[in-house]
Nanobody
Framework: QVQLVESGGRLVQDGDSLRISCAAS????????MSWFRQAPGKEREFVAG????????GYADSVKGRFTISRDNARNTVYLQMNSLKPEDTAVYLC?????????????????WGPGTQVTVSS
């Protein structure tokens, strides 16, 4: 099982861009589907973006489509989330997750490894 640690979250302004990262340990990283989820105070954890094992196939929540881009570098065991045109409603803890489903998934129940999360705050 991989272990995950996110980084890069911080306070930004409405309309700014930010890239957050997720570093993974483990030899089998390149076989895992990877996703980003987020959780705002008082709200349920929600899917944001996902990528398959190869990095060639991605999927996004409607709320971030066209603004966020997920990518991975299997040589560096790292997944990225590039966030553009950030809005106050994007404020949340962003969590990286790994699934043994190499094609990836949007379902929380499919993910067995989670990072502790990184806080992204967008001020208006």
């Amino acid at each position: 099982q991989v272990q995950l640690v996110e980084s890069g979250g911080r306070l930004v302004q409405d309309g700014d861009s930010l890239r957050i990262s997720c570093a993974a340990s483990g030899r089998l990283f390149s076989s895992y589907g990877m996703s980003w989820f987020r959780q705002a105070p008082g709200k349920e954890r929600e899917f944001v973006a996902g990528v398959d094992f190869s990095g060639r196939n991605t999927g996004y929540a409607d709320s971030v489509k066209g603004r966020f881009t997920i990518s991975r570098d299997n040589a560096r065991n790292t997944v990225y989330l590039q966030m553009n045109s950030l809005k106050p409603e994007d404020t949340a803890v962003y969590l990286c997750a790994a699934t043994r489903l190499s094609r990836g998934s949007r379902n929380l129940a499919d993910f067995g490894a989670w990072g502790p999360g990184t806080q992204v705050t967008v001020s208006s």
